[in-house]
């Protein structure tokens, strides 16, 4: 089955840091790729998405690029803000599974 | 326009009681989902429905658990018996066509449920 395993936080960052969460998969079909965003007290919203392989999502300053021989999908910001604060999950879904299956999330602080 | 909704917000059960969530989702999705998150982790999967059809409910964790569709828009879900393990965030999702794994899926605030 399709699986998804992502790195453990809490991380904890100063501003203007450069942020990278690992994120790894498993899937029996060709998966897109997903990072989703959690803002305080906010509900899950697509951050960036990658359909195929060597795609590069990317939104707000966020890339990742889909690495089909290392079957990854790191998440990448050059320089946080306080604002970049969120709990960050990475996901995936294939053509033959089209729910979502989803990483257990990575909380990131970001401190003035 | 608006989002995916869901109510309640917050939802204290007594171990026993019978408890039903409602999801609205975006005006003109074909597609639902049905998300539990326990606490600290990711989203899991419950079920799936394409209209009013629910196509896939194999992760449904037990026959207590229930939803329903029934003209395709508004859904419930439905736990009977609840247990302490059904305390996690329930979370709601709507795409224009599930069946499209590149269709983003929009999802609700949740709904908090606490068994005690």
Redesign the interface.
């Known amino acids: 089955g399709n699986s998804v395993t992502q790195m453990e936080g809490p991380v904890t960052l100063s501003e203007e840091a450069f942020l990278t969460i690992n994120c790894t998969y498993t899937a029996t079909g060709y998966p897109s790729l997903f990072w989703y965003v959690q803002y305080p007290g906010e509900g899950l919203q697509l951050l960036l998405k990658a359909t195929k392989a060597d795609d590069k999502g990317s939104n707000k300053g966020f890339e990742a690029t889909y690495r089909k021989e290392t079957t990854s999908f790191h998440l990448e910001k050059g320089s946080v803000q306080v604002s970049d604060s969120a709990v960050y999950f990475c996901a995936l879904s294939d053509r033959f599974d089209y729910k979502l299956s989803f990483g257990a999330g990575t909380t990131v602080t970001v401190r003035a | 326009g608006a ?2 909704s869901q109510s309640p917000r917050y939802k204290v059960a007594k171990r026993g009681q019978d408890v039903a969530l409602r999801c609205d989702p975006i005006s003109g999705h074909v ?1 639902l ?1 049905w ?1 539990q998150q326990a606490l ?6 419950l079920t ?1 429905f394409q209209n009013e059809a629910q196509l ?1 409910k194999s ?1 449904l964790p037990s026959d207590r658990f229930f939803a329903e569709r029934p003209e395709g828009s508004v859904s419930t879900l439905k736990i009977q018996r609840t247990q302490q393990e059904d305390s996690a965030v329930y ?1 709601c ?1 709507s795409s224009l066509d ?5 269709y ?7 709904t908090r449920l606490t068994v005690t």
């Open positions: 989002g995916v597609s989902f998300y600290g982790q990711g989203p899991e999967f799936y896939d992760g979370l999702a599930g069946r499209a794994p590149s983003e899926q929009y999802f609700g605030p949740g």
